[in-house]
């Protein structure tokens, strides 16, 4: 999956990624739709958001100087475990807030997300309720 923006108009991408303003999410799901859907939700907060399919392509993203203040973590990712970059990701970005997201909902993943610094764990199907209060407790 290439890099897509929350922005049809491509004019306006470059400019908007560097606004300080605007709080940016990369959310990491290999789910199109799961991707717009977030999107669309974080849209009404304003805040922009930016997809990776993988977990290679969320890391390479990671590492741009475009700064992510959330990210919203699929665990079950074509190349691996969202659950097992968790620790390694706030240890080098302890600044962002993180927040898991998976279909595959058990105590053991939760304890475990907790454990390695998710913010916030959500099961799937959510609603915009429930992700909007999640970017609130995590910002909080």
């Known amino acids: ?21 605007r ?13 717009y859907l977030l999107s669309n939700i974080l849209k009404q907060k304003n805040i922009q958001t930016v997809f990776a399919g993988s977990l290679a392509e969320a890391d390479k993203m990671l590492q741009s100087p475009d700064y992510f203040y959330y990210v919203f973590l699929d665990n079950h990712l074509p190349d691996g475990l ?3 970059q968790i620790k390694r990701w706030k240890e080098r970005f302890p600044s962002i807030h993180l927040i898991m997201i998976t279909a595959h909902d058990s105590y053991e993943e939760r304890k475990k997300a907790s454990t390695e610094g998710a913010d916030s764990f959500i099961s799937k199907p959510f609603s915009r309720d429930i992700i909007l209060n999640s970017i609130v407790q995590t910002s909080a």
Do not use: F, Q, S
């Open 1 to 21: 999956m290439k890099r897509k923006y929350d922005d049809p108009n491509p004019e306006l991408k470059t400019n908007k990624l560097t606004d300080p303003k």
């Open 23 to 35: 709080k940016r999410a990369l959310i990491v799901d290999d789910e199109t739709d799961i991707c």
């Open 82 to 84: 969202g659950i097992n």
